[in-house]
């Protein structure tokens, strides 16, 4: 057959391309981009190839990508993704990559290593821990709160970090953290509440704390899915965001009850 006849380098290159463009989908589904942002990027840069099919498939929890041609066999992967860490930073860095390589600025193989990089680079977990307690504080000062409750409010973003060091080592289902740390919050928020010589808005204090939790960029992503089309990614996301915010407030209602009855009184 004719495909036989394609030197075996030139087939490893097509493997080659598609793990490239695989990764660079990865890395930016990981990172929180867009559903149909990522099934471009894979598409555009497996459309280098000259196939006559190039066939990508994304959801929320996967991907799933094809090259067919009567010059070689068919290639086609599908990989699952797990945990997600939003990273802005790191959907830009693939785009750029993407864009040099499909105006033909680096090689395959430049991009390839490029891309290992960027899904080797993290933030500092200190820095994540900071930005988590900063985000509690300042937001509560961004939705009317005074400085008491901003620094209570930096006290509880302690929870969330404690959490994420105890979901780092065991890895305990997403819907029960969230609602143990917001249970905590709410019952701490009530205790702060009871210190003598201190008057703090309670509603200001718990909704900054919070804040770092709440599904914004799931909730987004589900609009701008829909938008585009993608209405089976738009529903997960969707369904991804109920499932953090439900978490939240059952958290958050059964902390106030449970704190009612400890320290008594109505909030």
């Not at 894979?42 to 190839?49: A, E, H, P």
């Not at 196939?51 to 929890?61: I, N, Q």
């Not at 090689?107 to 290593?113: D, I, M, N, P, W």
């Not at 930096?154 to 890895?171: A, D, E, T, W």
């Amino acid at each position: 057959e004719e495909n036989r006849n394609i030197p075996e380098k030139e087939k490893m290159d097509y493997q080659l391309l598609m793990d490239t463009a695989v990764l660079a989908g990865e890395i930016m589904l990981v990172a929180g981009a867009e559903t149909y942002r990522v099934e471009d990027t894979i598409y555009r840069m497996l459309k280098t190839s000259g196939f006559e099919r190039c066939d990508v498939f994304v959801v929320a929890t996967g991907i799933m990508a094809t090259l067919a041609d009567w010059r070689v066999d068919t290639i086609s992967i599908t990989r699952r993704v797990g945990e997600k860490s939003t990273n802005l930073g790191n959907i830009s860095d693939v785009n750029e990559i993407s864009r040099k390589y499909c105006g033909g600025e680096i090689t395959l193989k430049q991009a390839f290593h490029n891309l290992k990089r960027i899904q080797s680079k993290r933030y500092p977990i200190w820095l994540n821990y900071v930005c988590m307690i900063l985000t509690a504080a300042f937001f509560t000062l961004l939705l009317g709160g005074g400085w008491a409750e901003s620094c209570f409010a930096s006290v509880n973003g302690l929870f969330i970090v404690f959490s994420q060091m105890i979901n780092r080592k065991f890895k305990i289902n997403g819907f029960v953290l969230n609602m143990a740390v917001s249970f905590l919050m709410s019952f701490t928020c009530q205790g702060f509440a009871k210190l003598p010589g201190i008057t703090l808005d309670m509603e200001l204090l718990i909704a900054g704390s919070i804040m770092a939790l709440l599904p914004g960029v799931a909730i987004t992503n589900a609009i701008r899915d829909t938008l585009q089309g993608d209405y089976m990614s738009g529903a997960a996301r969707v369904i991804e965001a109920f499932v953090i915010a439900a978490s939240l407030g059952v958290g958050v209602g059964a902390g106030l009850s449970f704190g009612g009855f400890v320290f008594g009184g109505e909030f």
